[in-house]
């Protein structure tokens, strides 16, 4: 990683992007649904956001359902030429919150048309097809249909690039076949290292790597030794947490979410924050300890 991470850019698409992103997930009530606590506070960040040069903002209509892109319409529209709004399909909020698939043709094309009415886009940038046959993690089953429903919708111009989430390496091979896969968003950090194969594979195929939850998401990972070193650098777990990612691969696009402009601006400056190797030596061995988030 170099001192300049956040300004270094890697193509999305066909859009070059800052590697430092933000994740709009936050924006909405607690566990992504409802409205805001602070809804002028969230406003705020996305405009803090883009004041700060992150072009690279990852959504859903399903976070809330329907919050986060109504805020990101609030706040910026009409939008930087600059900056590419990655969102989601495949899934759908129950009432009581839950994460439901929504895979069928009628379900995805209803959350295209969502995504472009709350957003304000005549095109969606990069959609990613959320793979649902597991909640929370990836597990195997075939995705041609619904990334076929996806390839159509892009056929039609709704959709300009297609990217997968919470995938498989064999689904993502499979995507492979079906369409030009634009990125793939899981879960990955410090401690939870499952996908290190696969961030390889996309590096070698030029293809960008977005990783979220990198303190470990909704059970933040506890670590004496990244504490250690973040005490070390002067810097905060996060900033450290984030660091170790844009040093691992040069494909990965960090996209930390936050509802507050002080952790915004304390995120973003992890791109200044320098790794010795002995520090990246100790953070690598964090995985073997087993301390997965």
């Given at each position: 990683?170099?001192?300049?991470?956040?300004?270094?850019?890697?193509?999305?698409?066909?859009?070059?992007?800052?590697?430092?992103?933000?994740?709009?997930m936050?924006?909405?009530?607690p566990?992504?649904f409802?409205?805001?606590?602070?809804?002028d506070?969230?406003?705020?960040?996305?405009?803090?956001?883009?004041?700060?040069s992150?072009?690279?903002?990852?959504?859903?209509?399903?976070y809330?359902?329907?919050?986060?892109?109504r805020?990101?319409?609030?706040?910026?529209?009409?939008?930087?030429?600059?900056?590419?709004?990655?969102?989601?399909?495949?899934?759908?909020?129950?009432a009581?919150?839950?994460?439901?698939p929504?895979?069928?043709?009628?379900?995805l094309?209803?959350?295209?048309q969502?995504n472009?009415?709350?957003?304000?886009?005549?095109?969606?940038?990069?959609?990613?097809?959320?793979?649902?046959?597991?909640?929370?993690?990836?597990a195997?089953?075939?995705?041609?249909?619904p990334?076929?429903?996806?390839a159509?919708?892009?056929r039609?111009?709704?959709?300009?690039?297609?990217?997968?989430?919470?995938?498989?390496?064999?689904?993502?091979a499979?995507?492979?076949g079906?369409?030009?896969?634009?990125?793939?968003?899981?879960?990955?950090?410090?401690?939870?290292?499952?996908?290190?194969?696969?961030?390889?594979?996309?590096?070698?195929?030029?293809?960008?790597?977005?990783?979220?939850?990198?303190?470990?998401?909704?059970?933040?990972?506890?670590?004496?030794t990244?504490d250690?070193?973040?005490?070390?650098?002067?810097?905060?777990?996060?900033?450290?947490?984030?660091?170790?990612?844009?040093?691992r691969?040069?494909?990965?696009?960090?996209?930390?979410?936050?509802?507050?402009?002080?952790?915004?601006?304390?995120?973003l400056?992890?791109?200044?924050?320098d790794?010795?190797?002995?520090?990246?030596?100790r953070l690598?061995?964090?995985?073997?300890?087993?301390?997965?988030a």
């Amino acid at each position: 990683m170099t001192p300049h991470a956040h300004t270094d850019t890697v193509r999305l698409g066909d859009r070059p992007v800052r590697r430092l992103g933000y994740g709009a997930m936050q924006l909405a009530g607690p566990g992504a649904f409802g409205p805001p606590r602070d809804r002028d506070a969230a406003l705020a960040v996305l405009r803090a956001a883009i004041a700060a040069s992150v072009n690279h903002i990852d959504t859903s209509d399903y976070y809330g359902p329907h919050q986060t892109n109504r805020l990101i319409r609030e706040a910026l529209a009409p939008y930087p030429d600059d900056l590419v709004i990655v969102t989601k399909v495949g899934a759908r909020r129950g009432a009581d919150a839950s994460w439901l698939p929504a895979f069928s043709a009628e379900d995805l094309t209803r959350a295209v048309q969502d995504n472009l009415r709350n957003l304000g886009l005549e095109t969606l940038e990069v959609v990613n097809l959320r793979c649902m046959f597991d909640v929370m993690r990836p597990a195997e089953g075939s995705i041609a249909a619904p990334l076929g429903v996806l390839a159509d919708l892009q056929r039609q111009g709704l959709v300009r690039h297609i990217g997968l989430s919470n995938a498989t390496p064999a689904q993502v091979a499979e995507g492979r076949g079906i369409c030009r896969i634009a990125c793939v968003q899981n879960r990955y950090n410090l401690a939870h290292r499952g996908d290190d194969a696969l961030v390889d594979d996309l590096a070698a195929a030029g293809i960008p790597y977005v990783p979220f939850f990198p303190l470990g998401g909704f059970s933040p990972l506890q670590s004496a030794t990244l504490d250690a070193v973040a005490g070390e650098l002067a810097a905060t777990p996060m900033q450290v947490a984030l660091a170790w990612l844009l040093r691992r691969s040069p494909n990965i696009l960090p996209i930390p979410g936050t509802a507050s402009v002080a952790h915004l601006r304390e995120n973003l400056a992890a791109a200044a924050l320098d790794l010795p190797a002995a520090a990246m030596a100790r953070l690598d061995g964090i995985a073997a300890e087993g301390g997965a988030a």
